[in-house]
């Protein structure tokens, strides 16, 4: 059963200021999402990542999948106070199929 | 908005009591997915049903069960509710593959 790590849990950074939030994995995946929470919200879709290498970009959010690291990551570039919520990294809970299982959440302040 | 409806928005009942918590998916959805979100457990995937039949169980109790209808709409019944069922509890659906999960705006249940 894969197993989903994020770090760091909480986050508090300047406007302006970049970051990066890391998702590791246990087992192998054949996929990685990106989701988003504001407080008391719903989960918003960010990014799906299927292969090794892929990068997708949206905004000031970029993120990236090595497979063979069981890493991906969210870059933040030139932070933003509307980035502020929870960012969850999710992955298939047997590495394939639709049940997905969710790291602890990354808690993002962005300060003016 | 997501297309996926969850009702009610709030619940507040007291233990031992039974709830029921509805769910319909984004039209053309067949999977149906239930999920926890507590404060301790973080989001805890619970039961999955596809086209009507149970397809998947996570770490649900036996206190809890769900169903999905003919018209695809679900039902995740919880009873002898417990003061640690307070919880966000998620719908979600999708399609098949590697879509990833679309969230309801969920239920928040409070166990007085």
């Known amino acids: 059963e894969l197993k989903v790590e994020q770090n760091p849990l909480f986050l508090s950074m300047q406007e302006g200021k970049n970051y990066t939030i890391y998702c590791n994995y246990s087992?192998?995946?054949?996929?990685l999402y990106w989701y988003r929470q504001d407080p008391g919200k719903s989960l918003e879709s960010l990014f799906v990542l299927l292969s090794n290498g892929a990068v997708k970009q949206e905004g000031r959010l970029m993120a990236s999948l090595d497979t063979k690291a069981r890493l991906s990551t969210l870059h933040i570039t030139a932070a933003v106070h509307d980035l502020s919520a929870t960012y969850f990294c999710a992955g298939p809970l047997e590495g394939s199929g639709s049940r997905l299982t969710f790291g602890e959440g990354t808690q993002l302040t962005v300060n003016p | 908005d997501s297309g996926v409806t969850q009702t009610p928005k709030h619940l507040i009942t007291a233990t031992g009591q039974r709830v029921t918590l509805r769910c319909s998916p984004r039209s053309g959805d067949l999977s149906v997915y239930w999920y926890q979100q507590s404060l301790d457990q973080g989001l805890q995937f619970l039961i999955q049903y596809y086209n009507g039949e149970e397809r998947a169980k996570g770490n649900i109790l036996e206190r809890f069960s769900a169903q999905q209808f003919p018209d695809l709409h679900s039902e995740l019944n919880l009873s002898s509710l417990e003061l640690g069922d307070s919880a966000l509890y998620f719908c979600?659906?999708?399609?098949?593959?590697?879509?990833?999960?679309?969230f309801g705006n969920g239920t928040r249940l409070t166990v007085t």
């Open positions: 979600a659906s999708s399609v098949t593959g590697n879509s990833p999960l679309h």
């Open positions: 087992t192998t995946s054949d996929r």
